[in-house]
């Protein structure tokens, strides 16, 4: 009888501790679960990809560095066209592909493509297609919009806002003994010097600068070494993206 009820409490004992093995299992599970649906939930997916098309119009609301005319677009859009993000992707490279035929950097397309054509890069990147446009340009465009007449006023407003962007700055010269904290307009309103060229906006120098505010001046080598170093750091990360997907 003892043993018996030995090998009963001992069954028992088993019986309980596989049902606790088994609960922490389950447990396990139902938080990797929890966790996968919680990282799924940080995943953005798009289905799909609407257009929106406008007709072009006179802008007036930018101020280009050069040009008289601006371009803007109608209040209303004409049309709407709906992708797949992989037929966006093949739509936009088509288009990258004719502008850079028209400015010469590919040959002229064949009658025949290659199945392989849209993994071939293009010789530049996608950022190379936001470019600025010639005043020439802006009018040809407007007019093969339908525009009959440049209304006049635009170009003397942009003059008129050129002429106030030019108005800034201190105006603390080496004559003058360069920036001094009881003169410095720039000091006096809160902010540090500012030099984004050669005397503009303040035509203070280095060495005479007292601003205790600092002086800024802007190198080009600098933004364009940052621009590169964020494209390539950009590429980086896709490129280790897509090696984690294989």
Same mark, same amino acid.
């Not at 966006?88 to 990258?96: D, E, I, K, Q, T």
């Not at 806002?161 to 030019?166: D, G, K, Q, T, V």
């Not at 201190?170 to 904290?181: A, L, V, W």
């Not at 621009?227 to 990360?237: H, Q, V």
């Given at each position: 009888?003892?043993?018996?009820?030995?090998?009963s409490? &001992?069954?028992k004992h088993e019986?309980?501790?596989d049902?606790?093995?088994?609960t922490v299992i *389950?447990?396990k599970n139902?938080q990797?679960s929890?966790k %996968?649906q919680?990282k799924?939930?940080?995943n953005?997916?798009f289905d799909?990809?609407t257009?929106?098309?406008?007709?072009?119009s006179q802008g007036?609301v @930018?101020?280009?560095?050069q040009?008289t005319?601006?371009?803007?677009?109608?209040?209303?859009?004409s049309?709407?066209? /709906?992708? !797949?993000?992989a037929d966006? @992707?093949?739509?936009?490279?088509?288009?990258?592909k !004719?502008?850079?035929r028209e400015?010469?950097?590919l040959?002229?397309?064949?009658t025949?493509?290659?199945?392989n054509d849209e993994? *071939?890069p293009?010789?530049?990147?996608?950022?190379?297609?936001?470019?600025?446009i010639?005043?020439r /340009?802006?009018?040809?465009?407007?007019?093969? #919009?339908?525009?009959v007449?440049?209304?006049?006023?635009e &170009?003397?407003?942009?003059?008129l806002?050129?002429? !106030?962007? *030019?108005v800034?700055g201190? !105006?603390?010269?080496? *004559?003058?003994?360069?920036? /001094?904290?009881s003169?410095?307009?720039?000091?006096?309103?809160?902010?540090?010097?500012?030099?984004?060229?050669?005397?503009?906006?303040?035509p203070?120098?280095t060495?005479?600068?007292?601003?205790p505010?600092g002086?800024?001046?802007?190198?080009?080598?600098r933004?364009?070494?940052h621009?590169?170093?964020?494209?390539?750091?950009?590429? #980086?990360?896709k490129?280790?993206?897509?090696?984690g %997907?294989?």
């Open positions: 009888m003892d043993i018996e009820n030995n090998m409490t &001992k069954r019986d309980d501790d049902d606790l093995v088994t *389950e447990t139902e990797t929890i %996968k919680r799924q939930k940080k953005v997916r799909d990809v257009v929106y098309y406008f007709a072009r007036f @930018s101020v280009p560095s040009g005319i601006t371009l803007g677009m109608v209040p209303e859009h049309h709407v066209e /709906q992708y !797949s993000v966006f @992707s093949r739509v936009r490279r088509a288009l990258h !004719s502008i850079l400015r010469k950097l040959p002229p397309s064949s025949i493509e290659s199945d993994d *071939e293009l010789p530049v990147d996608d950022y190379y297609f936001v470019q600025p010639a005043t /340009q802006r009018r040809t465009l407007l007019k093969q #919009a339908g525009l007449k440049i209304d006049t006023t &170009k003397h407003e942009l003059t806002i050129r002429r !106030s962007r *030019e800034c201190c !105006s603390c010269t080496r *004559e003058t003994g360069g920036c /001094q904290p003169t410095c307009e720039c000091y006096l309103n809160g902010i540090a010097c500012q030099v984004d060229r050669l005397t503009f906006p303040c203070c120098a060495m005479l600068c007292k601003n505010l002086r800024l001046e802007f190198n080009q080598n933004v364009r070494n621009f590169f170093e964020t494209i390539t750091r950009l590429e #980086a990360e490129t280790q993206e897509q090696i %997907k294989i």
